[in-house]
């Protein structure tokens, strides 16, 4: 048995095979385009399959009967292998029901005549079982199915019951071997149905394997997307629960960066230009944040605002907002001293950075985005408006949790809009420090 299995491995590997398979798979979607239904689709795979076995094993009928004494046989295998072709027709020209209609009547009228006219000398009746079972397969409309299977099984006891109260009034020469003919093309009728069902099943189980695996890559695509938008814990409760429920956080380090002179820049370059600039800026600083576990938080026109400490709590936000912001201003100099070398225009940036309670969390239901508010944005902003080019500006409270690792200039108390005096610092990159020793 396990050398029939790899001799038939084998064979199925060889190229006589491949060409087979190519040749059958051709004659079994005559008719099937591209816009035609699955169901179509399943069915007329079936009725070709039924149709060219039968025109095969009527056209070796006709060429074994072909001789004087077996012209009533080869006339009526003649007429069968013409009513098959014609079935393939209808196929072709797309007109399933049709062709559906016309192969079950014909099988009921032919081979009932041919069974009642000859007897039960060559066993025709028993295509009506196959033809039965084939109208279950090729119809959609159970009354349909039901008449059909019906019609075939009185046309069956019918033929049954004239063997038994009338002869058959045309001989047919050479009967046996006519009976034995018949139920080999009974056989294999009855072989592509249950060839049918396990192909079907065989290819429905690939295109069902196939669409998990395209849905399983839309859902990482929409995961991903999903991903940019909203923190890894705030997107899975949104796809557990639809909801995603706001959230306090005691210590968040927020961080706002403004371009200088950004409408008179913007004046002097196309839409498409500017729009190219913003997001080569923008996409280094979300690698830079991303390098130092900050949250991205939203870009309003030429602002970028993130935020460290959320939605995961941590002792390091501030220290890592500001080494973030270091290299986001190394990065704004070294595009500077570019842009000066082409004689283009640049960009400079102002960074704020302030510490303090927030509330974060995703609001409406409409192009949602994750967002944080409270008093500690606010100053974060200030910040930023009273910074200055090229230096990162932090507040009093950011201050106290990271003086101990950078070195601070005190600018002393600082009018700010709306917020009256606040302490504020200028953070020395230890990067220029070193240069400078």
């Not at 190394?330 to 704020?352: P, S, V, Y």
């Not at 990162?392 to 101990?404: C, D, E, K, P, R």
Request: proline share 1%; hydrophobic share 45%.
């Amino acid at each position: 048995m396990h050398i029939s299995k790899i001799h038939f491995k084998i064979y199925k590997r060889s190229e006589f095979y491949r060409r087979l398979v190519k040749i059958w798979e051709r004659i079994a979607v005559i008719g099937i385009t591209e816009d035609t239904g699955e169901w179509d689709r399943k069915r007329i795979r079936l009725l070709n399959g039924i149709c060219v076995m039968g025109m095969l094993s009527l056209s070796i009928f006709c060429i074994t009967y072909l001789d004087a004494a077996h012209k009533l046989t080869f006339f009526e295998s003649f007429q069968g292998l013409v009513a098959y072709a014609f079935v393939m027709f209808l196929t072709s020209r797309h007109k399933f029901n049709a062709a559906c209609h016309f192969f079950i009547i014909y099988n009921i009228i032919s081979y009932s005549f041919q069974a009642i006219s000859h007897g039960k000398v060559d066993g025709v009746e028993y295509i009506l079982v196959a033809s039965s079972v084939a109208g279950t397969l090729i119809f959609k409309d159970l009354w349909i199915i039901f008449l059909y299977f019906i019609l075939n099984g009185l046309a069956f006891a019918l033929c049954k019951y004239s063997f038994t109260t009338m002869k058959p009034f045309l001989f047919m020469a050479n009967g046996e071997n006519l009976y034995a003919s018949n139920h080999i093309l009974m056989f294999i009728i009855l072989f592509l149905i249950v060839y049918y069902f396990k192909s079907e099943n065989t290819r429905q189980e690939k295109l069902l394997k196939t669409k998990n695996i395209h849905l399983s890559e839309e859902k990482q695509k929409s995961d991903h997307l999903l991903l940019n938008i909203l923190p890894y814990e705030t997107a899975e409760e949104l796809k557990e629960t639809g909801v995603a429920r706001s959230k306090s956080f005691s210590s968040v380090t927020v961080m706002f960066s403004d371009f200088r002179n950004f409408t008179y820049v913007a004046e002097k370059l196309s839409p498409e230009k500017l729009v190219s600039e913003i997001h080569c800026y923008f996409s280094m600083f979300d690698e830079i944040i991303n390098k130092y576990n900050v949250e991205k938080i939203k870009t309003i026109g030429d602002a970028y605002m993130c935020a460290g400490g959320i939605p995961n709590e941590n002792c390091t936000n501030a220290a890592d907002v500001i080494w973030a912001a270091f290299e986001m201003q190394r990065f704004m100099l070294a595009k500077k001293r570019e842009k000066e070398m082409e004689g283009e225009l640049f960009f400079e940036t102002r960074i704020g950075i302030h510490t303090g309670p927030v509330i974060a969390g995703i609001v409406g239901t409409k192009k949602f985005a994750y967002d944080i508010w409270g008093d500690t944005v606010n100053i974060a902003r200030r910040m930023e408006t009273c910074g200055e080019i090229g230096k990162v500006n932090i507040s009093g409270s950011t201050f106290q949790l990271i003086n101990q690792q950078f070195n601070c200039v005190y600018r002393g108390k600082v009018a700010a809009k709306n917020k009256g005096e606040i302490d504020m610092y200028f953070v020395d990159d230890p990067a220029k420090i070193e240069l400078s020793d």
